[in-house]
Structure formats: structure tokens, C-alpha cells
């Protein structure tokens, strides 16, 4: 178990080449930290939600091929983080336990169906992936920054998160560019990020902290 004092305040960088707007509060770190446990549970869930969002964009859009292979290695990888959250979860004694819901996508969700100014069916599921795993990239960097330093299986899992970041940082250029491909407009995709950019702030501060990923 953490002491406060072992806890690292996450570094004004941690939004540092993501397209994210707003870091998230030092303060979620914190109580993440101190509950890892129920963290990683979360977690868990989030990267079978990946793996099954990207199969999800196979199947939808047949009419798409250039999806398939990009999307294929991006289910391998997500379900090999959620294998090793699962490795890491039965280590300290927790079980999966049932999915939770998912308040962030699906205040993300809403606010695209909302203001129907987006980029189409495909384009906006690529946005929607884009900034989950730029978030998750985010909340991962200061987690490892968090948890540097420290011993034990707290300080491994401080490793794992320094690794999954760069995973997601991949992952969301990796919509991006599908998303640019797709529509063949590369200056209308980066106006829509800057616009989702604002809405995912906004959503971010209104979302209150607890030990989630999002
Ligand atoms: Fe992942
Ligand atoms: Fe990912």
C-alpha cells in the first residue's frame, strides 16, 4: 500500500503530443494511486473495450478494407494489455468481476450525436477511438510518473503503465491517420479535432475523479 508521500505530483507534460486540450487534475493520480486495485480492474475492462471496438470497425464498415489490417493488430495488441491486466489482477488476489460503464465515452458519444457536425459514421467512430486512447495515454503517463521509484508490485505496474503510454500514443495517431485516409481530408479531420478537443475537455472537468481510468 502507498503512503501520500510516495506519490509524485504528474508532470505539466502529460498532455505533451496528444491532442488533448486539458491535463487531467494531479489530484486523479492521487486517488488512483491509492486505490490500484479497483484501477486496475477498470482498466482491465478498458483494454477488452478497445480490442472490441476495433473489431467492431471491421465488421461495420466491409465497404473500408484499409481498416482491416491496421484494426487487426490494433484488437492483437489491446487484448494482450487486457491479458496482461488480468495476470496482474489475479497476482494481487482481485478478480475481473463484472464490465462497468463507461461515463466517459458515453458523454463523448452523446456530445458527437448532439451537435451532428461531425465527420460521418466512420469518421466519428475514429474520433471517438482516437481521443479515448489519447486520454488513456495520458492517464497512463502519470501513472508511471506517479508510481516511479516505488518498490514492489506497485512500482511494476508504475513500468507496465510507462509502456502501455507509448502503446496509445501509437494507437491514436493510428485513428487519425485512418480517419484522414478515410475521408481524404486531411485539413477538415485536424479542424474536427480541435473541435472534439474542446468538447473532451469540457467533459473531462465535469467528470468527477475517482479511481477510473476515464
Ligand atoms: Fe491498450
Ligand atoms: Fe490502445
Redesign the pocket.
Known amino acids: 500500500m502507498l503512503d501520500s508521500n510516495s506519490i509524485r505530483p504528474a508532470p505539466a507534460a502529460s498532455i505533451e503530443g496528444l491532442p488533448l486540450k486539458r491535463a487531467t487534475s494531479p489530484e486523479w493520480a492521487t486517488i488512483a494511486t491509492k486505490e490500484l486495485d479497483t484501477l486496475l480492474i477498470d482498466h482491465a475492462w478498458c ?1 477488452y473495450k ?1 480490442a472490441s471496438a476495433g473489431l467492431g470497425l471491421i465488421g461495420r464498415y466491409p465497404e473500408h478494407p484499409q481498416l482491416v489490417r491496421p484494426m487487426l493488430a ?1 484488437v492483437q ?2 487484448m494482450l ?1 487486457f491479458r496482461q491486466c488480468v495476470d496482474r489482477i489475479e497476482k494481487r488476489g482481485g478478480r475481473l468481476g463484472a464490465i462497468p460503464s463507461d461515463r466517459y465515452v458515453k458523454a463523448l458519444r452523446g456530445r458527437f450525436v448532439g451537435e451532428g457536425r461531425g465527420l460521418g459514421s466512420l469518421g466519428d467512430m475514429l474520433m471517438i477511438n482516437a481521443f ?2 489519447a486520454r ?1 495515454c495520458e492517464r497512463f503517463r502519470m501513472l508511471a510518473s506517479a508510481l516511479e521509484g516505488v518498490d514492489g508490485p506497485d512500482g511494476e505496474l508504475g513500468v507496465f503503465y510507462a509502456r502501455l503510454a507509448e ?2 500514443a501509437r ?1 491514436w495517431e493510428t485513428f487519425r491517420e485512418l480517419a484522414i485516409e478515410a475521408l481524404g481530408d486531411a485539413p477538415r479531420v485536424h479542424a474536427r479535432i480541435e473541435e472534439v478537443a474542446g468538447m473532451e475537455a469540457e467533459i473531462i472537468a465535469e467528470l468527477p475523479l475517482g479511481p477510473r481510468m476515464h
Do not use: D, I, R
Request: no cysteine.
Open positions: 483494454e478497445a490494433l495488441e489491446e494489455h479515448v486512447e488513456s502503446a496509445e494507437h
